[in-house]
């Protein structure tokens, strides 16, 4: 038979926010019931319970942060955990939103015994700092049973895990209230009552939906799953408690996401090229934000330099209620053996310059020149992605250029005095493009030093500025 291990997160969205710096009480509250479902301790403290309305729990705490249910941030998060978990266990399932069920028999053999498995998973856990029941069970709705009832077992004696669920009401397991309603007019109301009678014998009396369930409960009936596979790109999603306007204020949140991320890209030996922070404003569209590392980089303390940069550019037309980071562009983490004797210069120390400066400056803003064999001065080089290689065509030596040639050449509206020249151009037209003109070295009255050329229709230009 096939041992399971089923894992029952009981508050999954109260675990998943950042609730260690917070003085005040908290509750997840049922949009449609308009009761909680989940609550932290000081809300416990203050006298509010599961299932209480809203109104009744604001009464006991004048200072309570009410937070609306989401089950698309409670799967997002199981999903998260799954990923985590298959670090060091293979089969897992996901029963959306808050439970995990992983097949234990296949890896007995590889950690010597259940103890030491469970041993292994609780650890791996911890670092999540997560709430579950747990247990396991000879079929997965028998474990999960047991660990949404809160048992908290681990055994394989089957004779004990049956006797663990025999005290169990119906109303507790995932059978329909109509189904319950028809058990209970035979006065059948505990499950240890409904597991005495041969399967054969409730589907002359009852549906197929309590035939199906008692039949996988015992192991007699296979429960469908999908097992989980995990995701090659790292995506996280944070809400926030407090509404921020001060984006100073991100750091720590941000933070927290970028050590997963770090743990993330080292558990897989990867590098993030690019890392894209979302901000979810209130009432506005959200403001995206991208930096990038061209040889890739993984240490979070250096994202974090990089994203600081850029969100001092950013202004705010809205608090921030949540944020989303997520790394693209995942490369192979390339490790160098270099001589312990040999004196070398740090060669991330260039990208990590670049990757600073194009995040306070942008990407557009910091690039790389490449030469080109050309004559004509604003075809003789293009821009280039920085750091980029290539090979360093041969110039022609004496040649006098300016420091910096202007966007697009202007009329000369000054008066200069001509110091040098002509040097004539005379090129471009093998594709329609060709110039005829005679280059000087002039300096202007206020002593600049300018390249101008002349046409043939006697029209001066400037081209660049000597510096």
Known sequence: MTLWLYLHFKHLQLDSLALSDNPDPVVIVNGHS???????????????????????????????????????AEEARLQEIAQWLYLVTADISLFPPNGILLKVSNMLSLYQGLSAYWQHIQTHL????????????????AAR???????????????????????????????????????RRVRITKLSQL??????????????????????LQGQLKYPLIFYVPEEQFSRHLTLLFELENLQWLTKPITKLLEQLELFLQQRNK?????????????????????????????????????????????????????????????????VNNDLFQIQQDKSARPTLIAKLQAKLGKRS???????????????FHFVEPLHSHTQPVRIKGLQRPSMLLPKVAPLQEKVTIYFGPERICTGWWDNQAVTRDYYIARSELGKWLWIFKEPSQQWFVQGVFC
């Open 34 to 72: 308009n009761r909680v479902v989940q609550l932290c301790k000081l809300a416990k403290q203050s006298g509010i319970t599961l299932g209480m309305g809203l109104a009744s729990a604001a009464s006991l705490s004048e200072r309570l942060q009410v937070i609306a249910y989401d089950e698309q």
């Open 126 to 141: 911890s670092h999540l700092g997560l709430d579950y029941h747990y247990a396991t069970g000879y079929s997965a709705q």
């Open 145 to 183: 049973l047991l660990a949404k009832g809160g048992t908290d077992i681990i055994t394989d004696d089957a004779s004990l895990l049956q006797s663990s669920m025999n005290d169990f009401n119906l109303s507790q397991t995932d059978l329909s209230e109509r189904i319950c309603e028809q058990l």
């Open 195 to 216: 597991l005495c009678i041969p399967v054969s014998e409730l589907a002359k009396r009852f549906d197929i939906e309590l035939v199906h369930y008692v039949g996988q």
């Open 271 to 335: 590098q993030a090229q690019q890392v894209s922070l979302m901000l979810q404003l209130r009432d506005e569209e959200p403001v995206s934000i991208q930096v990038g590392s061209t040889v890739g980089e993984s240490r979070a303390h250096t994202w974090l330099s990089l994203l600081e940069l850029k969100l001092s550019n950013v202004s705010l037309d809205a608090p921030i209620q949540a944020i989303t980071l997520s790394a693209e562009y995942l490369v192979d983490n390339q490790c």
């Open 366 to 380: 910091v690039q790389g020149v490449e030469i080109d064999s050309d004559h004509r001065p604003e075809r003789a």
